[in-house]
């Protein structure tokens, strides 16, 4: 059974850091490409990057609002998915999914607050 | 970027009828396009990718059509416990983008 476990969100003020990890089992974690989505309080879902399988490259690509703030990795020895966020705003206060980039499967989302 | 444009924003509809929401995409994505249910506290769930591919266990009375930059999710026959909020997202191009959503509620 496919599992996507986040962890990590909390309550950060404006300006700080965070790291979301996201512990992946089930699947074979070293071939597959990964993303972030995000969704703010009552809106609707966003799109924030996705990295690579290393046999693919391992690179990265992020959304608009977040590129130059937020560094999507991996570890495909502990089968593990991390987004670090630095400078972060009040509008990235949501829920951030770890998922297979093909969007077939899905954590249960951390809940990030940037609030001072 | 593809724009995704989903309609309506909100139904509300009867228990056995029949529904469908339109997404049109600003570009043509082939059958890249996928349709998600997310109920209230969790996760989305796939339903149909690509555009016309019911996801395994997912009800018969869900259905996905269309390519290029018209889709559609029809539920044939409404049942309560498709009360949710319905997402299309398209998978050809990054950065990946979604519809706004469409919320239904049973009558």
């Known amino acids: 059974e496919v599992q996507l476990v986040e962890s990590g969100g909390g309550l950060v003020k404006p300006g700080g850091s965070l790291r979301l990890s996201c512990a992946a089992s089930g699947f074979t974690f070293n071939n597959a490409w990964m993303s972030w989505v995000r969704q703010a309080p009552g809106k609707g879902l966003e799109w924030v990057g996705r990295?690579?399988?290393?046999?693919?490259?391992?690179?990265?690509d992020y959304a608009a609002p977040v590129k130059g703030r937020f560094t999507i990795s991996r570890d495909d020895s502990k089968n593990t998915l991390d987004l670090q966020m630095n400078s972060l705003k009040a509008e990235d206060t949501a829920v951030y999914y770890c998922l297979t980039d093909m969007s077939d499967y899905w954590g249960q989302g951390t809940l990030v607050t940037v609030s001072s | 970027d593809i724009h995704l444009t989903q309609s309506p924003s909100f139904l509300s509809a009867s228990v056995g009828d029949r529904v469908t929401i339109t997404c049109r995409a600003s570009l043509g994505i082939s059958s890249y396009l996928g349709w998600y249910q997310q109920k209230p506290g969790k996760a989305p769930k796939v339903l149909v990718y690509p555009a016309s591919t019911l996801q395994s266990g997912v009800p018969s009375r869900f259905s996905g059509s269309g390519s290029g930059t018209e889709f559609t999710l029809t539920i044939s026959s409404l049942q309560p416990e498709d009360s949710a909020t319905y997402y299309c997202?398209?998978?050809?191009?990054?950065?990946?983008?979604f519809g706004q959503g469409t919320k239904v509620e049973i009558k």
């Open positions: 990295i690579k399988s290393k046999i693919d490259g391992g690179t990265a």
């Open positions: 997202q398209q998978l050809h191009s990054y950065p990946r983008t």
